[in-house]
């Protein structure tokens, strides 16, 4: 099964534009992973014109996250927890380039993550470089793409000063082969 599915959205850097008006400055200050008020979201027409295209409304919105990794920072190898069936990581700053690196458990059975909480309050299951193994590398253009949230992955910023995308979780499982 793939982990995401890259897109070839129109109007990407214009939609980048305003939602980056919506994101609290100070979340973009710090390396960070903070959910907002999805219903900010409701309100950028071009954004749902694009979703629409995957056959996504306003109604299977479930929630909104900012995730921001500095320069030189790797987001640790981890599983997201919650009710959403598939993401999409829409690329808001400094993504092109970077990576989401994807792995698959060396031993299933005797390898179990922690479990951690976000700041917020949303779980995760974080994993030890000894517990997996890499199986595959997405490089970022400055499209989105869709992600199954249940794939072990990490985030690597090699190459920008900050890196900001919004994880738009959906309820509905979207294939993507």
């Known amino acids: 099964m793939p982990y995401y599915k890259k897109l070839n959205l129109k109007n990407v850097e214009l ?3 305003h939602v980056l008006d919506i994101i609290p400055t100070e979340l973009i200050a710090n390396s960070a992973f903070r959910h907002l008020d999805h219903k900010q979201f409701q309100n950028v027409p071009l954004l749902w014109e694009e979703l629409a295209k995957l056959d996504l409304t306003t109604g299977d919105l479930l929630g909104v996250s900012v995730i ?3 320069q030189g920072d790797q987001v640790p190898a981890h599983r997201d927890g919650g009710k959403a069936g598939t993401a999409l990581n829409w690329p808001v700053l400094g993504c092109y380039g970077t990576k989401t690196l ?3 458990l060396i031993n299933p059975a005797h390898n179990t993550p922690d479990q951690l909480s976000t700041p917020d309050g949303g779980i995760y299951y974080q994993y030890t470089p000894d517990q997996i ?4 590398t997405l490089e970022w253009t400055n499209q989105p793409n869709l992600l199954d949230v249940y794939s072990i992955h990490s985030v690597e910023n090699n190459v920008n000063p900050k890196r900001v995308t919004v994880s738009l979780r959906f309820t509905k499982h979207i294939l993507l082969d």
């Open 15 to 17: 939609i980048s534009k």
């Open 68 to 70: 921001t990794c500095s």
């Open 133 to 136: 193994q890499l199986t595959d």
């Open 102 to 104: 994807y792995y698959e």
